[in-house]
């Protein structure tokens, strides 16, 4: 049951749904370690914070399906599945051999005792997969979508809805009514607009709320900017415009990170460097 439901998923992220999309064979000791890092994570849910849980789930998401095809996502409204969609999303078009690896060295630096090169022996995809995928609720959505700390009023409500698919005529017109909805945080994240569209990728939004005046150098909960979303997203369009807005690329984040150390593209990380 599960290898056929991994087949047809992993078909459709990586075939017909992303024909730019091409995958290498997965290394077998590779593979094999990131199922144990999978299965020790949970030993460690208590240490997790917010963004390290959503970085590994995103590349957990990464490793087993390949992309995230960002037209299969959850509906803007369906916050806490957004919120985790959004993380794989954030790895682009990273190989699932990437993410495994990626996947393995965050648990090294979580789990110090943790010797990869220990957990030898051979596992494929059609054997018994991870526990992850198993404990996944229970172990990511009490923290994934925390309680709100505000209620959003309708205007941004549908001020954020209209950012997420690109309608700028809408937000041009909620912006005209209250001038106060541009530095407008969302209920959930802490994140403008600003914010948001720079981690979805919303080209035209960014550039109609730099144009409008919104600042390039709003932060959110864990004091990212969104240029540090545009590091990690692998978006060097977004960064140069943000760049020319005057986004800091100083900026440190909540772990004293700053856009550049986010980053794993070395093109995008030089240009990105202060």
Avoid at 28 to 56: C, H, I, Y
Avoid at 59 to 67: E, M, R, V
Avoid at 170 to 199: F, V, Y
Avoid at 220 to 228: E, M, N
Wanted: proline share 5%; charged share 25%.
């Amino acid at each position: 049951m599960f290898i056929a439901w991994f087949v047809s998923e992993f078909q459709n992220r990586t075939g017909e749904n992303n024909s730019t999309y091409s995958e290498q064979p997965i290394d077998q000791l590779l593979e094999a370690k990131f199922n144990a890092a999978a299965s020790r994570l949970p030993a460690f849910r208590l240490q997790l914070d917010r963004k390290t849980g959503l970085k590994f789930y995103g590349l957990y998401k990464q490793a087993i399906l390949g992309p995230a095809n960002a037209k299969e996502g959850p509906y803007w409204y369906e916050t806490e599945a957004r919120t985790k969609f959004n993380a794989w999303l954030a790895n682009g078009k990273m190989s699932r051999g990437t993410a495994m690896q990626k996947y393995c060295d965050m648990l090294s630096i979580l789990d110090k005792d943790w010797d990869p090169n220990a957990e030898t022996q051979k596992q494929t995809w059609d054997k018994v997969p991870s526990t992850m995928g198993v404990i996944e609720p229970e172990m990511f959505d009490d923290f994934v979508a925390p309680k709100p700390t505000r209620l959003e009023t309708d205007s941004e409500k549908s001020w954020f809805a209209a950012m997420r698919v690109n309608d700028v005529a809408t937000m041009k017109q909620l912006l005209d009514e209250d001038p106060n909805i541009l530095e407008a945080k969302d209920q959930h994240l802490a994140m403008t607009a600003l914010l948001w569209a720079a981690d979805l990728g919303c080209d035209p939004v960014v550039k109609f709320l730099i144009d409008h005046g919104a600042d390039v150098n709003a932060v959110d909960g864990c004091l990212q900017t969104a240029l540090h979303f545009t590091a990690q997203c692998h978006r060097p369009l977004l960064a140069e415009i943000l760049i020319q807005a005057g986004a800091d690329k100083s900026a440190l984040d909540a772990d004293g990170l700053t856009p550049a150390d986010c980053c794993d593209d070395a093109e995008l990380r030089e240009k990105l460097t202060p």
